[in-house]
């Protein structure tokens, strides 16, 4: 109706109906939480996490109860449903979904007739624009997309450098002095390397190395070290094997090297088992079956046990006193 001589007609402004005020309140929310709505909308799920795990358990049936709600949010002349009598887990998927509907929900009646009413209520504008399957679906497919992006999980301690080498079973009493005296010659090879030894509440005994050196030339000296170190610890049984490691300041081992026997196959190393066992088992039974030359076996004979005798008891004690006390006046 606009003209040359009236380019802006007044016209009767146009009132707010509910969808108009729930866009209204979605700007609202996407502008205080700062959400983008045009890619919020795909992957939104309008339902509590509560809604989606109740609604897991039993799927056939909540998908029934969601069709009720459906229906009587769509017509806007019922203000009330009433669902017939159920279990208390059937009725928190109830309360659940009414609240992410926008309902009011109430548990009426006692048990066994209790039962869930609905009520439609000035802060309900309409239905989710989604299913309860659908996002279901959406958060499961976001959490493989998280997975994924995250990948492998990885110890950021497992490329640390070795700086110490890790003597196992020590000898009874040893002391630090006399692990460094016997490893004195071995550590004097890397003059520019400082070592420190301390015992662990493993039992163990690391020898951590120091210095101004750069972490990969301080992890080629204690594998230049480690070798020497071996035949030390094997010439004096002052430990039964060493391994390379990396301690930090404390003496704390945060990373060692891998024992390979410890590691090693474990189907080998259960056979392995096995046939010593039955091994040992042969041996042993060889042994007792047939004693080896020029031994004899002795044999200690045991004496039999002497038989107790026990005295006969009088059944008549006062009789007995009277015959004691007569061979006694007798005499």
Wanted: with cysteine.
């Amino acid at each position: 109706m606009a003209s040359k001589a009236n380019p802006f007609p007044d016209r009767p402004p146009l009132k707010c109906d509910d969808e108009c005020l729930r866009l209204q309140r979605n700007a609202k929310l996407a502008a205080a939480l700062n959400i983008d709505p045009e890619t919020h909308k795909d992957n939104h799920v309008p339902y509590s996490d509560k809604t989606l795990e109740l609604f897991k358990e039993g799927i056939r049936w909540a998908q029934t109860q969601e069709r009720e709600f459906r229906v009587f949010a769509s017509d806007a002349q019922e203000k009330r449903l009433r669902f017939k009598p159920m279990k208390s887990q059937q009725r928190a998927f109830l309360h659940a979904l009414a609240e992410d509907y926008g309902l009011d929900s109430e548990s009426q009646d006692p048990e066994p007739h209790r039962h869930v009413s609905i009520f439609k209520t000035p802060r309900f504008v309409s239905a989710p624009a989604k299913t309860l399957a659908q996002c279901v679906q959406i958060r499961t497919s976001s959490l493989a997309d998280d997975t994924a992006s995250a990948g492998p999980v990885t110890n950021p301690l497992m490329n640390v450098p070795y700086n110490a080498l890790l003597l196992t079973a020590p000898r009874f009493g040893l002391t630090v002095e006399d692990v460094e005296n016997a490893l004195s010659k071995d550590l004097a090879t890397q003059p520019t390397v400082t070592f420190t030894t301390g015992f662990l509440p493993t039992d163990e005994i690391v020898v951590k190395g120091s210095g101004s050196w750069a972490a990969q030339a301080l992890e080629a000296s204690v594998t230049a070290l480690k070798p020497l170190i071996a035949q030390t610890i094997t010439r004096t049984d002052i430990a039964k094997a060493v391994f390379l490691c990396h301690a930090d300041t404390s003496l704390n081992v945060v990373r060692r090297e891998v024992d390979p026997v410890k590691n090693a196959d474990g189907w080998s190393s259960v056979v392995g088992r096995s046939t010593a066992k039955q091994a040992r088992s042969a041996t042993a039974s060889t042994s007792e079956a047939k004693p080896a030359a020029g031994r004899k076996l002795l044999m200690l004979k045991k004496e039999p046990e002497k038989k107790v005798e026990v005295e006969p008891v009088e059944d008549d004690w006062e009789a007995a006193a009277e015959k004691i006390a007569d061979e006694a006046t007798e005499d």
